[in-house]
């Protein structure tokens, strides 16, 4: 595990581990980003197909919550997602291990955090914002750095990837030609002994991103980010925090939401879309150090970030899309802005949440990784001291007389993501990440990751010396 010592500060985060009685819907168990989904039934009856029986709890409670039997769960699989919708009746018959979390099994992601580790060269490292700065980081560093003649330095003003997840000059959503899934999603309305299914997990998910209580990337499944997102939310309202949707929690996410906005949109392709700059990430340092941006790698993965979808998902919605210039794709409506200035963030590693707060009020919440066995995070009160957008990297691999340092540019596959939050405990931040899904489930260097799009929001609020408890 590569250790982060960022210019620019780090700090680390916890969040509620919640308990849900909804049943789940995960997304494709592909350790590939940006593999596409392979195969599925047509879309319009995706919520017919995947809707599962539920046993409705009804020992003590009028609050009409449900609890998931496990025994109708479908077993793990090279591809989740497809296997619930190709056929419902497979899924009652076989029992299944435990999901852990929205895309994959627990053992599963250990395995893929490990892979990740063991190809990662780097072992410490710093953020800052500009390649100027990198001599005043160390003054005792003897190594010095060197930026290819060739390469042209990306300014932190070339931030074309935030403007693809915060700008929608020039963008347009329509509920036309929408599939009757889609449909079923926008008008599905909770009631206490409805059966959960497809429509009504993306509909809870959409809904708990609009409140500002981040379920993460939105995938159809309701996992472990999901849960917490919906005791996060009931605990912002002042709601018993159970972890499981009742007539009150219901009334409370849709009562500051239009009655007509819909969760699922039309949204068409531009030439700015398709003209944006991708490249593949490639592996090591050394490699990253050479590209001009470590930009998105195709279209997907940023129509992903900038819906606030899982990829897995945005292929399953858009099978047989070619991705080009005017071609009408489905896509989650994202929320509104926070609007609500962030002067105190506690980061909670026991809950792997980010709760924001404007004094004593909680006014959003995100899911987090913080820290990790080997370097865990400090605990106690710090500062937010400075804040940047599309910051450099200054990846410093092996040790001793093999020792080398490489500069990785700036872009949304930047180790620290799109933005650095640096805390007044030297060598610790608040940042973004290269791998949305991982959020909450990999190991940080001692940090605060959130999502992209989540850490945009934090920054777009927080105030320059907000406190910062890391508990």
């Not at 591809?79 to 190709?86: A, E, G, K, P, V």
């Not at 340092?405 to 805390?423: A, K």
């Amino acid at each position: 595990m590569m250790k982060i010592k960022p210019l620019i500060t780090a700090m680390s985060i916890a969040v509620i581990s919640a308990s849900i009685g909804i049943s789940a819907f995960a997304a494709t168990t592909d350790s590939s980003r940006t593999l596409p989904v392979r195969t599925a039934d047509s879309l319009p009856s995706i919520a017919k197909k995947v809707s599962l029986d539920v046993q409705e709890n009804r020992s003590s409670s009028t609050t009409g919550s449900s609890t998931i039997d496990s025994s109708k769960v479908a077993p793990k699989s090279t591809d989740r997602m497809s296997q619930l919708i190709d056929s419902k009746k497979k899924a009652s018959q076989v029992e299944a291990p435990v999901v852990a979390a929205d895309n994959m099994s627990a053992q599963e992601l250990t395995r893929k955090d490990e892979q990740s580790d063991s190809t990662d060269d780097i072992t410490e490292g710093q953020a800052f914002a500009a390649p100027s700065d990198a001599t005043s980081i160390d003054s005792t560093d003897p190594l010095s750095f060197e930026l290819p003649a060739d390469q042209q330095l990306q300014g932190a003003s070339d931030d074309t990837a935030i403007k693809s997840i915060e700008d929608k000059d020039g963008k347009r959503y329509t509920t036309l030609n929408l599939s009757n899934y889609a449909k079923q999603v926008n008008g599905a309305i909770w009631s206490p002994n409805m059966k959960v299914n497809s429509a009504m997990t993306i509909k809870m998910q959409a809904l708990l991103d609009w409140n500002h209580a981040s379920p993460g990337p939105i995938d159809g499944g309701w996992g472990m980010n999901s849960r917490k997102a919906l005791t996060n939310f009931q605990t912002m309202k002042g709601l018993p925090a159970t972890g499981k949707m009742d007539q009150k929690t219901w009334d409370a996410l849709i009562k500051n939401i239009p009655a007509n906005k819909p969760v699922l949109v039309t949204y068409t392709l531009t030439e700015d879309d398709i003209n944006t700059k991708f490249a593949t990430t490639p592996a090591g340092s050394e490699a990253k150090s050479k590209m001009k941006g470590l930009y998105y790698q195709d279209i997907k993965e940023m129509l992903a970030e900038r819906f606030h979808m899982d990829i897995r998902y945005l292929d399953k919605l858009n099978k047989n899309k070619n991705y080009q210039a005017g071609e009408t794709i489905t896509v989650v409506n994202n929320r509104a802005p926070l609007n609500k200035r962030i002067n105190r963030v506690v980061a909670n590693k026991a809950d792997k949440t980010l709760y924001a707060y404007n004094g004593n009020q909680l006014v959003a919440t995100y899911p987090t990784t913080v820290g990790s066995d080997a370097t865990p995070s400090p605990q106690g009160t710090f500062k937010i001291i400075n804040r940047v957008k599309m910051p450099w990297y200054k990846a410093t691999v092996g040790d001793g007389a093999q020792k080398k340092v490489h500069m990785l540019p700036p872009g949304p596959n930047n180790p620290v993501g799109v933005v650095w939050m640096g805390l007044s405990k030297p060598s610790y931040g608040i940042h973004g990440s290269p791998k949305p899904e991982g959020i909450s489930r990999q190991a940080s260097a001692g940090c605060v990751r959130l999502t992209n799009w989540d850490v945009l929001e934090v920054y777009a609020n927080i105030e320059n010396g907000a406190t910062v408890e890391l508990k």
